[in-house]
Antibody
């Protein structure tokens, strides 16, 4: 059973950047795309973008284009999401997620990290 | 405002059935069978309970079922149990630049 473990809580000032990591229990990122989704306090979810398996191509939601970067390390075990020019409204829990065991399920995330709280505060 | 519309809350008694709707448009729910449903308990990560409109991941109870008609998808939970009390979210692939939309979430209370 694949599991994701994310980095710890972050507190950042407006205008700064944050980099959140997501480590898989197996070297799977070469075979499965990794997605990042966030959830503001008391709110629903927003899909931010994904990094595809194999080629490592990225696709970002229009809202975050230019501010978000998703990468992975060469071991194909750790993925990163970096968000720049942070604003107060970026305060949220950030999750990594993947489609591992849902055959044919496009964007049906059956494996999630535990979430990383990012607080933007002056 | 979320792109997919869900009722803010629903409730039911143990043993009853409830249905949660998820209304989108002809750019998402209406044309793609890539609707998923998630269950989220407080302080926890979401859990996938339905994908591709009607399919259940391995290990998910058959008390959870999904359907779709036109621009509206639905999640039905039968034989309500106390542990079903949670927030439920739908999601759908979309032809817009966002690629994936979520509903605003529905809080299920088991009376």
């Amino acid at each position: 059973q694949v599991q994701f473990v994310q980095s710890e809580t972050e507190v950042k000032k407006p205008g700064a950047s944050v980099k959140v990591s997501c480590e898989a229990s197996q070297n799977i990122l070469a075979n499965y795309a990794i997605h990042w989704v966030r959830q503001a306090p008391g709110q629903s979810f927003e899909w931010m973008g994904w990094l595809s398996a194999g080629t490592g191509r990225t696709k970002y939601a229009e809202k975050f284009h230019g501010r978000v970067t998703i990468t992975r390390d060469t071991s194909a075990k750790i993925a990163f999401m970096e968000l720049s020019s942070l604003r107060y409204e970026d305060t949220a829990i950030y999750y990594c997620a993947a489609v591992i065991g849902s055959p044919g399920g496009l964007f049906a995330f059956d494996v999630w990290g535990q979430g990383t709280l990012v607080t933007v505060s002056s | 405002q979320s792109a997919l519309t869900q009722p803010a809350s629903v409730s039911g008694s143990p043993g009853q059935s409830i249905t949660i709707s998820c209304t989108g448009t002809s750019s998402d729910v209406g044309i793609y069978d890539y609707v998923s449903w998630y269950q989220q308990h407080p302080g926890k990560a979401p859990k996938l309970i339905v994908y591709d409109v009607t399919n259940r991941p391995s290990g998910v109870s058959n008390r959870f079922s999904g359907s779709k008609s036109g621009n509206t998808a639905s999640l039905t939970i039968s034989g309500l149990q106390a542990e079903d009390e949670a927030d439920y979210y739908c999601s759908s692939y979309t032809s817009s630049g966002t690629l994936l939309l979520f509903g605003g979430g529905t809080k299920l209370t088991v009376l």
